[in-house]
């Protein structure tokens, strides 16, 4: 049994880190090379084909045929679409989970590129155009080639290597996530069901495309990663009245303007923001149906973001109070559901530390550790509340184009340098190998 992570002195993590920084690792790097055009043509295959989350049935299909083709036990329908695979090395080691995402948005393409998506789904009961405006066709497909190099590179694999190909990262497309028990999905409910303690995995990896930084660069942050985040909705039910005599209704409009800025000071006046920061923002209000009435319904969505637990939970907690006493107040009652969605993505910092030259190694040289958190979330978070994780980000965007002018995730023009990929081969690769090293330090 390994010791804790906090138990490894400073010492003995950094000769880890000095030991692994002179291992000859240049086969990881001449074997993703020479599968670099496969890889590509899988994530052309993935970004032509997208799927919504907790729809990914084609996907997963696709996964999990390359999967056993490599010789690997394959297990399906974990999650729902999920597929979860595992190599047993040659080498003694400890068991190492790598994760990648499969769904895509309800976005519509404007890429231009010759593969680009002409695909439809169902989004809650609407016909919708799908997109992999997130890079998730990347992941997977970066996955597979680890998959693939390590199978047959096993006599230099040291321990057992999980691929985890995970559904309904974006939350999911066919759940309402605010009826009474609602099932969970994504990485929660892998973890739910038991995935870290039935394949024994003891340390989790896993990256992220993104279009601030350039092909091939490695991004990591210790500590907090990502956000937390939480989703809310809320009814305000007044008084429908023709809109020329508001005195005979109750204007759940107007009611809503003030709801919304009532809701700001939760951040401003209630958070104790010497912790860290917290957003609430609403991103979607609905009511009405003509200029001259007024409605008797407004039903708001938004989200709640923090990078502090103890800010998180003043905003989550007493977002119902603010919202319905502003709304009596105006003789309008308000039905408030906060919804759990992701807690902070937190990096183990021993377990940064020590995988700091991997990641070197992975992108010769050009990975570098960043001051801040990103503002988004990730459900990565749940698989690092179980054992020690590591989430980092690698550019997609072509040496030389100002940043400032790519365009980000979620957008339908985003764009994947796919000379990335190999870059994301080789790290999960390194992944495996370094922590490999980092455990034989744990264990002594």
Known sequence: MMKAFTALPLLAALSAVNSLAQADDNW???????????????RRHLHQHPELSNQEHNTSAYVANHLRKLGLKVHTGIAGTGVVAVLKGDLPGPTVGLRADMDALPIKEATGLPFASKAQGDYFGKTVDVMHACGHDAHTAMLMGAARLMSQNKDKIPGTVVFVFQPSEEGPSNIDIYADNAPSWGARRMVEEGIIERFGIQAMFAMHVTSDSHT???????????????????????????????????????????????????????????????????????????????????????????DSAPIRETLTTQLAEVVSKTAEAQKVKADVKVVEMMPLTINNPDLTQALAPAMARASDGHAEEIANQRSGSEDFAYFAQKVPGLYVFLGQTPQGRDLNTAANNHTPTVYLDEATLNTGVRAHVEFVLGYADYAKQLKQ
Do not use: C
Request: charged share 15%; glycine share 10%.
């Open 28 to 42: 990881v790097k001449q074997a993703a090379t020479a599968q670099a055009d496969q890889v590509i043509e899988w």
């Open 216 to 306: 091939g660069e490695i991004a990591y942050k210790s500590g907090i990663a990502f956000n937390s985040s939480d989703s809310f909705r809320i009814r305000l039910l007044g008084k429908q009245a023709h809109g020329s005599a508001p005195w005979d209704g109750a204007d759940p409009i107007v009611a809503s303007a003030n709801v919304i800025n009532a809701m700001q000071t939760l951040v401003n006046r209630r958070a104790k923001l010497t912790l860290g920061m917290g957003v609430v923002s609403v991103g979607s209000i609905h009511g009405g149906t003509a200029n001259n009435v007024i409605p008797e319904e407004i039903i708001m969505n938004g989200t709640i973001r923090s």
